[in-house]
């Protein structure tokens, strides 16, 4: 009885806030949200016209162009490093997470399972770096629509074309095998302080 007594105040003791944690300031993390937004609309309405226009095999060749850009674009405007990462990679380079980013999927991916919706899951954290340098973290998850099927869902959901594009473009894709709802990921940001 002693003995849980003293290790439920050593718990509440840890958790109390005030130590080192920074709480992020909620304007920049509403700013953080809105280009968050940003990226996902702009990528998906470039994504639906061009399977619209030419197929989604074609599309493949533009999301390896498009993507990157309008995450540099962004990046460039606000100064912050703007990105997206995957539960399973398709471009290895950019879309494999770091520790924080992969911390935070797991968050999502635990929320998910008590019965939370993917679509409104956020998580924003003040970091420090061993340099001393601070940022605002910031991660939005990504859940998989209809549309994303054709390209990232299971063998029978992949047209033939796209499958063989996709194996010539990335050699090392693991971002297929999803259903839809599954978290496929998320748009993250990164904020210097
Ligand atoms: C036309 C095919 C196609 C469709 C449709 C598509 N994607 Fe992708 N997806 C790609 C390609 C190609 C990449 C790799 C882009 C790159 O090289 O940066 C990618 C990368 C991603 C990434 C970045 C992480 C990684 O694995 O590299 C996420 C997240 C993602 N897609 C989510 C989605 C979601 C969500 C949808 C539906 C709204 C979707 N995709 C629809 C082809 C597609």
Redesign the pocket.
């Known amino acids: 009885m002693k003995k849980s007594l003293i290790l439920a105040l050593l718990l509440t003791g840890c958790a109390t806030p005030g130590s080192e944690a920074v709480k992020p300031d909620p304007k920049q993390v509403d700013e953080m949200r809105a280009t968050a937004k940003t990226l996902a609309t702009q990528l ?1 309405g470039k ?1 639906k016209q061009e ?1 619209e226009a030419n197929g ?1 095999a074609s ?2 060749g533009v ?2 162009k498009i ?2 850009q309008i995450a540099a674009d962004l990046s460039k405007q606000t100064g912050w490093k703007v990105g ?3 539960t ?4 290895p380079e ?2 494999t997470p770091d520790e924080w980013n992969a911390r935070a999927l797991a968050v999502f991916a635990e929320r998910m399972k008590k019965g939370e919706k993917p679509d409104a899951m956020e998580l924003a954290e003040v970091v420090t770096a061993p340099s001393g340098q601070s940022y605002l973290r910031y991660a939005k998850a ?4 209809p ?2 099927v ?3 869902g299971l063998p029978k959901d992949i047209p033939e074309d ?1 499958k063989a594009r ?1 194996q010539a ?2 050699p090392m894709d693991k ?1 297929t095998g999803y259903r839809v709802g599954d978290l ?3 748009v993250v940001i990164m904020r210097p302080l």
């Open positions: 998906g994504l399977i989604p599309a493949v999301c390896k993507a990157p997206r990462v995957g399973r990679a398709r471009n950019s879309g990504i859940a998989i629509q549309m994303c054709t390209c990232h796209v996709l473009e990335y971002a496929r990921g998320a």
